[in-house]
């Protein structure tokens, strides 16, 4: 409700602002307004559940839709007719948007809920009168306040607490001197949208450090040795050596770009500034870490993912198609003891394909499930959506399959926000940056836990 007072209010100051003809002020009341408008969507997060459910259904309702044209046209052994193509085309192209809707309304819930719990435990620790961590509520509570108001209008007990933390965690090798640490609150909200946007960061092992420090990863390759049986007074033989050997996981710094927000905006309280940042800086850095995660070159940016895989010896694969064998041929070319924890990487327009292909018996190889939590499969394996892979295409490197819990993405605990007011005063407006570290590396010791298909040059 407050936030909708707010949107009237903005409206009718910006029309107000209009008739008095100031041109600035009708700039910085109508940024306001425009951002308060993005704010009362994520207002009505009540009904976030019911419309999740109903796309759940929507989607159900497609998927038995259509198979059930598939079935009747196995069942009677013909291929479609032009008339059903046509409806089966109309029905997967309103699948992938109720898909899409689905992927959208979870992010949304998984950022609410977290969000209100976080908000919920200051709430019980304020009416208990205590904090099961003190200090941390204390420094989340002075951040909030010297992101709202800068670090002049804030008491010296509060600015001391920042300033102790800059000192204290800050890592040698930031670029981010001279901003703050991000408190666990607002890294807990920034973790959720990172999740949300990024598909192979959520496929990945994670792992996160207190520190920047190189950390070398030991690797062993014991495969070509095997026990054995022996008879009585027989020597057990020779055996050859497991094969050791290390990867090193580094640290590098990314940054979110300057974020400008309006200081009237800045100036309400009802203003979520802790959300609103964690989701737009995410977003931002996840466009950069999402395209390290899948082809950066493990030099100068992480070890993407394709960069470190193999290429699966396959044949037959088409130029711009793929194949019920294809896919096959790539499952079992992965060693079965990562094959069992498997999981699919390819682009959304990779999976529209992938939906429409079926096995030998007819049936679609693509399996939704829109009744619980659980993930929809192809070919019995769970899969995961990034835009960064390839499409399909000549020499492209559409489709990955394997272990990813062997694919390590290190991330630097925390994060550094700076906080930037002359450099946009003549707008009445501050800037806010994130400084944050990561890496990434297969751990791969020679046995290929991920590979990936690709197709042919013209």
């Known amino acids: 409700m407050k936030k909708f007072v707010f949107l009237l209010i903005a409206c009718f100051a910006v029309v107000l602002t209009a008739l008095i003809g100031n041109p600035l002020e009708l700039l910085q009341v109508g940024v306001t307004a425009m951002v ?87 709430q019980e620790n304020r009416e208990k009168g205590e904090s099961r961590d003190e200090a941390g509520e204390k420094y989340s ?36 001197s001279g901003g703050y640490v991000i408190p666990k609150g607002f890294m807990a909200k ?98 950069a870490l999402e395209e390290h995660l899948a082809t950066g070159n493990g030099t100068t940016q992480p070890q993407g993912l394709i960069t470190a895989a193999a290429a699966a010896s396959l044949t037959g694969v088409g130029v711009a198609a793929l194949t019920f064998d294809n896919l096959v041929d790539l499952l079992h070319s992965v060693d079965p003891n990562y094959r069992i924890n498997g999981t699919w990487l390819f682009n959304d327009s990779t999976l529209k394909a992938l939906r429409k292909i079926k096995d030998l018996e007819g049936r679609p190889i693509w399996q939704g499930n829109y009744t619980d939590n659980g993930p929809s499969m192809i070919l019995g394996r769970p899969y995961q959506i990034s835009q960064e892979m390839a499409s399909i295409g000549a020499s492209a490197k559409s489709v990955v399959f394997g272990d990813m819990s062997k694919f390590m993405v290190r991330e630097v605990a925390g994060g550094t926000v ?41």
């Open 36 to 122: 308060s408008i993005a704010f009362v969507v994520p207002a009505i997060g009540t009904n976030s559940q019911s419309a999740l459910k109903e796309a759940r259904e929507k989607a159900q309702k497609l998927s038995v839709d259509m198979k059930s044209l598939n079935d009747a046209s196995v069942s009677e052994k013909r291929s479609l007719t032009d008339d059903e193509n046509v409806k089966w085309d109309k029905m997967d192209t309103d699948l992938s948007n109720v898909e899409k809707e689905i992927r959208r309304l979870e992010r949304a819930i998984e950022i609410e809920s977290r969000a209100g719990q976080i908000d919920n435990e200051r």
């Open 141 to 176: 509570a002075a951040f909030r306040s010297w992101m709202m108001s800068g670090i002049d209008q804030m008491q010296p007990e509060e600015r001391a607490l920042l300033q102790n933390a800059e000192k204290r965690d800050l890592s040698a090798g930031t670029a981010a």
């Open 190 to 287: 920034l973790e959720v949208a990172l999740l949300a946007f990024g598909g192979i960061y959520k496929a990945s092992n994670r792992m996160s450090t207190e520190t920047g420090n190189e950390i070398p990863w030991p690797t062993i390759n014991d495969t070509s040795n095997k026990g054995a049986i022996i008879g009585e007074n027989t020597s057990v033989g020779a055996s050859v050596d497991p094969t050791f050997g290390s990867i090193s996981l580094k640290a590098f710094t990314y940054s979110s770009k300057p974020i400008i927000v309006s200081n009237i905006l800045l100036q309400d309280s009802v203003f979520d500034l802790e959300t609103y940042l964690a989701n737009m800086m995410a977003e931002r850095i996840w466009r």
């Open 418 to 458: 700076k906080r930037l007011v002359e450099r946009y005063a003549d707008l009445n407006q501050t800037g806010f940056l994130l400084f944050k570290r990561f890496d990434a590396r297969l751990i791969d010791a020679g046995t290929n836990p991920v590979k990936y298909l690709v197709h042919p040059a013209v």
